[in-house]
């Protein structure tokens, strides 16, 4: 069984920049899949980043150039580098795992953009 903890959410202003952390436990064994997802409030979850077993990212055309995503396989942990953060990047932020064909979410963490 795998779990995943996200931390690092917050308040921040404008402009500034937040690290969100996603630990998991659990073996590291055929991740296919590591992301970060968000929901605002009213609206639907929405794909922010993600990387893949090769290593290959992609992000949101909304975020592109000013989030990274990048992992520690040896800490089974995924980070969310968000710099430049605007209003609407408000929302709660969620880690997503596929691994053997299953699918785990953490709990999510707040991140407000507010001055």
């Known amino acids: 069984q795998v779990q995943l903890v996200e931390s690092g959410g917050g308040l921040v202003q404008p402009g500034g920049s937040l690290r969100l952390s996603c630990a998991a436990s659990?073996?590291?064994?055929?991740?296919?899949?590591m992301g970060w997802y968000r929901q605002a409030p009213g609206k639907e979850r929405e794909l922010v980043a993600g990387?893949?077993?090769?290593?290959?990212?992609n992000y949101a055309d909304s975020v592109r150039g000013r989030f990274t995503i990048s992992r520690d396989i040896a800490k089974n942990t995924v980070y969310l580098q968000m710099n430049s953060l605007k209003p609407e990047d408000t929302a709660v932020y969620y880690c997503?795992?596929?691994?053997?064909?299953?699918?785990?979410w953490g709990q999510g963490t707040q991140v407000t953009v507010s001055s």
């Open positions: 990387i893949n077993s090769g290593g290959f990212t």
């Open positions: 659990g073996s590291i064994a055929s991740i296919y899949f």
């Open positions: 997503k795992r596929i691994q053997r064909g299953a699918t785990y």
